[in-house]
């Protein structure tokens, strides 16, 4: 077994102490550092007089109203931009992202406006809202609300970052010596795994290349696509492939985005949509200057479609970055290539080797092992998750044959009593009979 110098082991982490010493900050700290901002922006609001009841009621209905007003232009310019796209017409990246937004809101106004249609569901809004703030439309949002979410998701973030940097496997590479390109990859490993050698920035984007979206995201447990997930901002709710389903959709889109940014120019984005382009791919937005954002966008851009560099990859070495502002790129992909699971070095491996004809059959065998291993643990999860399926149908089926028979119950008894109010009835009408 080999021993790694300078390398600190816990449960399921392989990260040099190097890294963990001088470039991971502490989470909560972080935190605090980003809600800084929000907090002096909100000393202001603190210290105003405070309002009547009648004037909160006022600002409140003007704030709806302007917002509706504001969605009614906004369907009205989505209108003039599908009728283009209908007619063979190409939509810029701003006005694609103009359509997307409105759509959104046409489908969060179905549940909004079932609270206004049906008389007296209003007063349940305020609580709906509580609990599913995401229903709102974007249109009838204040400035404090979307301060709160970003900072919600900055949180989310830091603290998934800090779990993915400590729940990816640790186990050491087993390289090979068949082939050039196998070499190579496995010299790589051997550098930044077991010396703790550095590696240049051309080996790192060589490396990168072989590790495709589909491959990486196939070999990660479900702790780490969930917190993929929350980490992108995505709902971690569903299977596995569900989980690997909405990551790759959202890779596509980044993708697409990506080419549009590039055609246009990062110089044509505004300050809130370069915010809102770097902070959709983990990069940290909430604090940083509009320079070096466009410098990390434009990082992100060249790797991406230059350099060819997986989007998977990036958003993983986002996460080891993100609780470290001064990590530079080169930095990142070392410590996410440290930290990947076994499983998945082996498998890209044994692409290089069966690309250069040089794969041998006890190393398909073992790949196929741990494959077989990670579908095996699909089906387990699978298989809970149909059994609380099954038990939930079960309990409601329970509950709805218990609901009817009391209500058979409360029909009979209140037959049996409609029986005796007759019957004394009729004993009353017929005692006067008796008498005469």
Same mark, same amino acid.
């Given at each position: 077994m080999l021993i790694q110098p300078?390398?600190?082991?816990?449960?399921?982490?392989?990260?040099?102490?190097?890294?963990? +010493?001088?470039?991971?900050?502490?989470?909560?700290?972080?935190? #605090?550092?980003?809600?800084? /901002?929000?907090k002096e922006q909100t000393v202001a609001a603190a210290v105003k007089?405070?309002?009547?009841?009648?004037?909160k009621v006022k600002e409140e209905?003007?704030?709806?109203?302007?917002?509706?007003?504001?969605?009614?232009?906004?369907?009205?310019?989505?209108?003039?931009?599908?009728?283009?796209?209908?007619?063979?017409?190409?939509?810029?990246?701003?006005?694609?992202?103009?359509?997307?937004?409105?759509?959104?809101?046409?489908?969060?106004?179905?549940?909004?406006?079932?609270?206004?249609?049906?008389?007296?569901? #209003?007063?349940?809004?305020?609580?709906?809202?509580?609990?599913?703030?995401?229903?709102?439309?974007? /249109?009838?949002?204040s400035k404090s609300q979307e301060e709160k979410k970003r900072v919600k998701l900055l949180k989310v973030r830091l603290e998934m970052a800090k779990f993915l940097q400590e729940t990816i496997s640790e186990t050491g590479f087993r390289g090979t010596t068949d082939g050039m390109a196998a070499q190579e990859f496995a010299e790589f490993f051997r550098k930044i +795994?077991?010396?703790?050698?550095q590696a240049s920035t051309e080996d790192l984007l060589n490396v990168a290349k072989r590790f495709e979206d589909e491959l990486t995201l196939d070999n990660l447990s479900r702790p780490q696509l969930v917190s993929m997930c929350r980490y992108m901002n995505i709902h971690s709710f569903g299977t596995d492939n569900f989980l690997r389903y909405?990551?790759?959709? +959202?890779?596509?889109?980044?993708?697409?985005?990506?080419?549009?940014?590039?055609?246009?120019? $990062?110089?044509?984005?505004?300050?809130?949509?370069?915010?809102?382009?770097?902070?959709? +791919?983990?990069?940290?937005?909430?604090? /940083?200057?509009?320079?070096?954002?466009?410098?990390?966008?434009?990082?992100?851009?060249?790797?991406?479609?230059?350099h060819k560099v997986p989007s998977t990859l990036l958003i993983l070495s986002r996460a080891f970055s993100y609780t470290d502002h001064g990590m530079t790129m080169e930095e990142a992909l070392k410590a996410t290539f440290n930290s990947l699971p076994d499983n998945l070095v082996n498998e890209a491996e044994l692409q290089v080797l069966e690309q250069v004809g040089a794969s041998t059959f006890k190393q398909k065998l073992e790949v196929l092992e741990q494959q077989q291993e990670l579908i095996e643990d699909e089906h387990e999860? #699978?298989?809970?998750?149909?059994?609380?399926?099954?038990?939930?149908?079960?309990?409601?089926?329970?509950?709805?044959?218990?609901?009817? /028979?009391?209500?058979?119950?409360?029909?009979?008894?209140? #037959?049996?009593?409609?029986?005796?109010?007759?019957?004394?009835?009729?004993? $009353?009408?017929?005692?006067?009979?008796?008498?005469?």
């Open positions: 300078n390398v600190t082991t816990q449960r399921g982490l392989h990260i040099p102490r190097q890294l963990l +010493r001088s470039e991971i900050k502490p989470v909560n700290n972080m935190v #605090e550092e980003a809600s800084k /901002t929000v007089p405070k309002k009547t009841v009648w004037q209905a003007t704030h709806y109203w302007d917002g509706t007003k504001l969605l009614g232009l906004e369907i009205k310019i989505s209108s003039s931009l599908t009728w283009k796209l209908m007619n063979g017409g190409k939509l810029t990246r701003r006005e694609h992202r103009q359509l997307r937004r409105t759509t959104s809101d046409l489908m969060r106004l179905v549940p909004f406006a079932f609270f206004i249609v049906v008389p007296f569901m #209003e007063l349940l809004l305020p609580v709906a809202l509580k609990l599913f703030p995401n229903m709102l439309p974007s /249109t009838y949002e +795994r077991i010396t703790g050698e909405q990551i790759r959709s +959202r890779m596509r889109q980044l993708k697409a985005d990506d080419k549009a940014i590039m055609a246009e120019g $990062i110089e044509s984005l505004t300050l809130p949509e370069l915010q809102n382009a770097c902070a959709s +791919r983990g990069i940290r937005a909430l604090g /940083t200057s509009p320079a070096r954002l466009r410098d990390e966008l434009a990082q992100w851009l060249d790797l991406h479609l230059n999860q #699978e298989a809970k998750e149909e059994k609380a399926r099954l038990e939930a149908e079960k309990l409601a089926e329970e509950t709805k044959l218990a609901e009817e /028979t009391k209500m058979a119950e409360e029909a009979k008894l209140e #037959e049996d009593l409609k029986e005796t109010v007759n019957q004394k009835e009729e004993e $009353i009408l017929s005692t006067p009979n008796k008498q005469t």
